[in-house]
């Protein structure tokens, strides 16, 4: 696969710290033969986008803004719920059905997390067909008590997934979860 699909999301309270990100994931990714960010704009300031497009640009890559309220406009038309006051929670997986029809793959990351490696063997790795691919979350039990999570109930980490689009898509992914989160409301 030759592009090195990246998903981000923020707003300027972290604009900063997703700064470094980028810049971590572009210093350790100059092996790739092409990389795209993709940025779910949660009201990042001009100044921030012109220096995020500046900085990747130098580094000879792409970069696509995508306004938040297109996605949280679909969230609402929806009726889920907000999470911790926010939709933001929902942005990454909606969005998904947004992207080019060139997107295979896209590998979601927090903005507060540092690239120390080259991430473009996630783009070849087999995913046997699922539509995710997440790392288990070392929870204490005690958290997982309060959530009403089994002690051996595993739980995933929601700041680094790999999407194979194609397959997100293909087994209806988004519709699944929606509906799940409005019957369980």
């Not at 696969?1 to 997703?18: E, P, R, T």
């Not at 005690?142 to 051996?152: S, Y």
Request: glycine share 8%; charged share 25%; proline share 3%.
């Amino acid at each position: 696969m030759a592009v090195l699909n990246v998903l981000y999301q923020h707003d300027n309270n972290y604009a900063i710290f997703g700064g470094v990100s980028i810049l971590s994931l572009l210093e350790n990714n100059k092996d790739a033969e092409d990389i795209c960010i993709y940025m779910i704009d949660m009201g990042l300031a001009d100044s921030y986008k012109e220096q995020y497009t500046e900085m990747i640009h130098r580094y000879g890559r792409r970069v696509q803004f995508i306004p938040a309220e297109q996605v949280v406009e679909r969230v609402q038309k929806i009726g889920l719920p907000q999470y911790r006051g926010s939709y933001a929670t929902y942005l990454k997986l909606f969005v998904l059905t947004m992207l080019p029809e060139s997107v295979e793959r896209i590998f979601y990351l927090d903005s507060d997390l540092l690239v120390e490696g080259s991430l473009s063997p996630l783009m070849e790795i087999d995913m046997q067909g699922n539509a995710v691919a997440m790392a288990r979350d070392g929870l204490g039990l005690a958290f997982k008590d309060i959530h009403g999570f089994g002690k051996d109930e595993p739980y995933f980490c929601g700041g680094t997934i790999l999407f194979d689009v194609a397959q997100w898509n293909r087994q209806e992914c988004l519709d699944r979860l929606v509906k799940y989160a409005t019957e369980v409301r």
